[in-house]
């Protein structure tokens, strides 16, 4: 079952079930997912869809982390609601044993020695780990082994 299918049945059980919060957020996750392929005119693999997710879990967080400063924490609360329905539809996100090693392996690959190879390395890693580890973490590895 792809994963567009897989959202489109939670949806239907959180309607059967009432629960409103989860039903919005899928529904809005959704309608991301439909205006993309409006745009490109295509229908999107899992890749992709996954893409979206994480985007909009960042987006969340950041969101979060806004609302807590401004002092609204009710809506910060919503914004975390709404990530954890979200991450459901993420992969298992990678143990740092797991990322040191693509991260090596992407740097022995790549043949990288310096900062100025950075976005061969990112190229690399970027499929392997989307959706799966925090790429601004991941960003600041690569900087530290490199530099």
Same mark, same amino acid.
């Given at each position: 079952m792809s994963l567009k299918e897989q959202l489109s049945e939670q949806q239907k059980i959180a309607m059967r079930a009432k629960d409103k919060a989860r039903l919005g957020t899928l529904r809005m996750l959704l309608a991301e997912i439909k205006q993309k392929e409006i745009d490109s005119h295509e229908s999107l693999t899992d890749e992709a869809i996954v893409t979206i997710v994480t985007k909009m879990v960042k987006q969340r967080k950041d969101a979060a982390s806004i609302y807590d400063e401004a002092g609204?924490? !009710?809506l910060a609360d919503g914004e975390r609601q709404e990530i954890v329905v979200l991450q459901e539809f993420l992969p298992q996100p990678l143990s740092? #044993? !797991?990322l040191e090693t693509l991260l090596t392996a992407a740097i022995a690959d790549t043949g990288a020695n310096g900062m100025q190879d950075m976005g061969k390395v990112m190229a690399v890693l970027k499929p $392997? =780990? $989307?959706g799966r580890a #925090?790429?601004?973490k991941v960003s600041a590895? =690569?900087?530290a082994k490199l530099a």
């Open positions: 609204r924490k !009710e740092a #044993d !797991e $392997q =780990i $989307q #925090d790429m601004g590895s =690569i900087k």
